[in-house]
């Protein structure tokens, strides 16, 4: 699976849209981009994935760059209660496993 | 809805004790992970079960092992514990079909050797 970098750590306002990167520069043609985020000690909670098109479901959005070589998350208007850590993931079609390497610790701050 | 339930919520075993895990999928899915996330740590794959047979395996020490039955149920069984094996244990399930499928996670067991 392809590696992913993103920033260790972001701060957002309450209210505000937060836009959370991703780099997967040696991701191939049939992976795809997944994004799911853990609250202080739950288990990891899906938020969406894609493959080269823009997605949005009533969490967030993916935009997905034309190369595929990074992605941005966007919550539209981030709550405390947003605030965890999230992992950006590259995955080979189904069954594969999801591979967590070093998230972003996003806070949101009234 | 039905989520994936891990049983117990909380287990405390001494050091060389064993420990056994268990997980109930989402009904109707057929594929289950393990992960362990020891303090401060990102989730690490230990191993996953499609249609009941092993289909990948990660770091998972030779003391551990696991199974799925044919209710799609599965057990991490551990042994020989050690201190460094404190940590929470997460199962996720998926469901056949679609090649972009998502995972979901349980709420996860947490392990304290002592």
């Not at chain 1, 990167?21 to 739950?42: D, L």
């Not at chain 2, 996953?48 to 199974?67: H, N, T, V, W």
Request: charged share 20%; glycine share 6%.
């Amino acid at each position: 699976d392809a590696k992913t970098t993103q920033p260790p750590s972001m701060d957002c306002a309450e209210g505000r849209a937060a836009n959370l990167p991703c780099n997967h520069s040696t991701i191939s043609g049939n992976e795809y981009v997944y994004w799911y985020r853990q609250i202080h000690s739950q288990g990891p909670q899906y938020i969406i994935h894609g493959l080269k098109n823009n997605e949005t479901n009533e969490m967030a959005s993916l935009i997905i760059t034309e190369d595929r070589k990074s992605s941005t998350l966007i919550l539209p208007h981030a709550t405390l209660r947003d605030t965890a850590v999230y992992y950006c993931i590259v995955r080979v079609e189904y069954g594969n496993k999801l591979v967590f390497g070093a998230g972003t610790i996003l806070r949101v701050k009234s | 809805a039905a989520g994936v339930i891990q049983s117990p919520r909380h287990l405390i075993k001494e050091k060389r004790e064993t420990a056994t895990l268990k997980c109930y999928p989402i009904p109707r899915h057929d594929t289950v992970y393990w992960y362990q996330q020891g303090p401060g740590q990102d989730p690490q794959f230990l191993i996953s079960f499609y249609e009941k047979m092993q289909s990948d395996k990660g770091s998972i020490p030779d003391r551990f092992s696991a199974q799925q039955f044919s209710d799609y149920h599965s057990e991490l069984n551990m042994s020989s514990l050690e201190l460094g094996d404190s940590a929470l244990y997460f199962c996720a399930s998926s469901p056949p079909g679609a090649s972009d499928t998502e995972a979901f996670f349980g709420q996860g067991t947490r392990l304290t050797v002592v």
